[in-house]
């Protein structure tokens, strides 16, 4: 079953009591995908280029996505396609009940927060005039990638609850759909994913984490 949850900074979450596992970092889930995937993953890929292509593994409460958006709108001139797949979408109803319109306060934030929920799946849909966003539902294990990124947000849940996901061939995959210097960014700091980052032909930055984290991952294919 699964539950909204308040984190520490105000923001909500999703708690899956199945996996009973919470989407994001009770430490403040705004804050996590804000340092995570904005400003140590998006900021850092963006600058100097005319688009960028963002691949997301699991769009969850679509909040990185919702945050992305934000900032692309604040950067008329680059075109950014936002490509996220989720194997097990939330319940429509569910998504309506997160706080990220009201935390995040402008109309237009409300909009593209419902509108990234409601467009339909497997479809680019430009959400703005310079953000396409494309929802893919399918099972990343089986994904295989049919454009190529500039930078990925690897959200999948951690690797004591989903090893599936960050296994060799896993971020091999992820690897694969980077073209050469593209940006991979992940709050784990595990030295074993960091070693299978390093195998699978990325090198590897350690920064700091968001609340609650010491370090975060920064890897760019190499
Ligand atoms: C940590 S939560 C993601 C949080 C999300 N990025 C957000 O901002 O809400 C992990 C997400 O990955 C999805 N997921 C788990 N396994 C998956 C798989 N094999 N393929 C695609 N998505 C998966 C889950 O359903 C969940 O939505």
């Not at 970092?25 to 688009?51: K, M, W, Y």
């Not at 097990?88 to 997160?98: C, V």
């Amino acid at each position: 079953m699964k539950t909204i949850f308040r984190t520490a900074d105000g923001s909500d979450t999703v708690f899956d009591s199945g996996l009973h596992c919470h989407y994001h970092s009770i430490n403040g889930a705004f804050t996590e995908s804000q340092h995570v995937f904005i400003l140590n993953g998006f900021d850092r890929c963006a600058p100097g280029r005319q688009a960028v292509r963002i691949f997301e593994v699991g769009l969850g409460t679509g909040l990185n996505a919702l945050l992305t958006a934000c900032r692309a709108a604040e950067h008329p001139n680059l075109m950014v396609s936002y490509h996220a797949i989720e194997a097990e979408p939330l319940a429509l109803h569910l998504a309506g009940q997160l706080n990220y319109p009201d935390f995040l306060g402008t109309e237009e934030t409300k909009n593209l927060f419902y509108k990234l929920h409601q467009v339909p799946w497997d479809q680019c849909i430009a959400l703005l005039p310079n953000f396409c966003f494309r929802k893919i539902q399918a099972d990343f294990l089986s994904w295989c990638p049919d454009a190529a990124y500039d930078l990925i947000y690897h959200d999948a849940f951690a690797p004591g609850d989903q090893p599936e996901l960050w296994t060799h061939d896993a971020i091999q995959t992820m690897r694969n759909a980077l073209d050469c210097g593209g940006i991979l960014s992940s709050y784990c700091a595990k030295g074993s994913f960091r070693r299978t980052l390093r195998a699978c032909g990325f090198e590897v930055m350690r920064l700091p984490g968001p609340p609650g984290k010491r370090e975060m991952t920064l890897a760019t294919a190499i």
